[in-house]
């Protein structure tokens, strides 16, 4: 059972504290990704779960067995980081076995795993070639076997992909999930990229300071977001954000730059709020009423989509389109938002409020 359970985590190196007291319980199996933006403890929770950096306080369990003190090769986890660094003068298939061979593994033991960890791989027709002979992929792969041959039941995942161009990440990220859905591994994936932990985990943790900000399952992140820090982290192009006030004159209501928004929301009337809304909770009005008109100013047909980039409530937003519109420099839009997906934060703490929709 390798499950991981970290309670009350803590690091600091000297006075400096950068991991905060970190909660988290990993399933057996489970696939979490750790994202949030750089020097935010990434590397140093995942250094600390396989051994390599020292805990400075709480506890960090692996299955039932509380590990503090154990050395890292009897920890039963493998790390993949993003500088694989292969032995140059070995192949690649030497370069598998040759953790085995130095844990004195058995000869035909550790061929019989190096083969089955290039099957699974579909490396096979490289065992022979050096590493100045594969491409960034290959390479990648070679050292997931590594990891691999060590049946270990965690493996950790240290931004594995930042030195592959853009589309041969999209190709491992989908090769790593196959391999997750093929072994069903605890895996622990550290990223930076929003996009790669949504597509990936089970479950995704955001670290800001060495602090959780919000975890949960990708969607719910994208649609609860548990604060502004969350809200702008997750989703690309980013939620448009709006500054506004909460109506004082006894009919709920945003008061915006410029007009209002019919939600009721759970906070005081003169409250500062940010009203968040993602490209695609803004709709064209068609045959409803407007909530503001404006005008196109910059406009990108990606084929899929069009993204229109207008001035709303003082703000520059980008409004996400079908690409069947018609769309022009200087074009007018009625435009209105969706009601159903907007979110509110108090613009002080962050923190979200609860809001709804208002029928005026
Ligand atoms: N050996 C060290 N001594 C002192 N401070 C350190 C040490 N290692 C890391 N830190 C600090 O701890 C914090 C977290 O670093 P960490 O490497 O975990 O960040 P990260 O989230 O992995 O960032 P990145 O995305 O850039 O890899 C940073 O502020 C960093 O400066
Ligand atoms: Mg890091």
Redesign the pocket.
């Known amino acids: 059972m390798a499950t991981i359970t970290l309670e009350k985590l803590a690091k600091s190196?000297g006075a400096?504290q950068?991991i905060h007291g970190i909660d988290l319980a990993i399933g057996d199996g489970e696939f979490v990704a750790l994202v949030?933006p750089?020097?935010?403890?990434?590397?140093?929770?995942l250094r600390m779960i396989a051994g390599l950096e020292e805990v400075s306080g709480g506890r960090l369990s692996i299955g039932d067995k509380v590990v503090n003190a154990v050395e890292p090769r009897d920890r039963d986890v493998a790390m993949v980081f993003q500088d694989y660094a292969l032995y140059p003068h070995m192949t690649v298939e030497q370069n598998i076995g040759f953790g085995l061979k130095m844990r004195k593994t058995d000869a035909a033991d550790i061929a019989a795993r190096v083969a089955e960890a290039a099957q699974i791989l579909q490396i096979e027709p490289l065992l022979q070639r050096r590493p100045a002979e594969l491409s960034g992929g290959q390479r990648q792969r070679v050292a997931m076997g590594r990891a691999i041959v060590r049946r270990p039941s965690a493996f950790l995942f240290d931004?594995p992909l930042s030195n592959l161009d853009a589309k041969l990440r999209v190709e491992m990220r989908t090769e790593i999930k196959r391999l997750h859905g093929l072994l069903g591994r605890t895996t622990v994936y550290?990223t930076?990229d929003q996009v790669e932990a949504l597509t990936l985990a089970d479950r995704v943790v955001i670290?800001k300071d060495?602090r959780i900000m919000q975890e949960g399952p990708p969607l719910t992140l994208y649609e609860q977001p548990a604060n502004l820090f969350v809200a702008e982290f997750i989703g690309s192009p980013q939620m448009n954000m709006f500054a506004g006030t909460i109506a004082g004159d006894g009919q709920p209501g945003i008061q915006l730059d410029g007009f209002r928004l019919p939600l009721s929301a759970q906070a005081a009337p003169g409250t500062k709020v940010k009203l968040g809304a993602r490209p695609e909770a803004i709709l064209l009005a068609g045959s409803d009423t407007p909530d503001l008109v404006t005008k196109v100013e910059v406009f990108e047909p990606l084929g899929s989509d069009t993204m229109v980039s207008c001035r709303i409530a003082g703000t520059m937003a980008v409004v996400r389109l079908s690409p069947e519109v018609p769309v022009a420099r200087g074009m007018e839009l009625a435009l209105r938002f969706d009601r159903r997906k907007l979110h509110l934060f108090d613009a002080t703490s962050g923190n979200r409020i609860a809001s709804e929709p208002h029928s005026a």
């Open positions: 190196y400096v950068t949030g750089s020097g935010c403890g990434k590397s140093t929770l931004e550290v930076h670290l060495g």
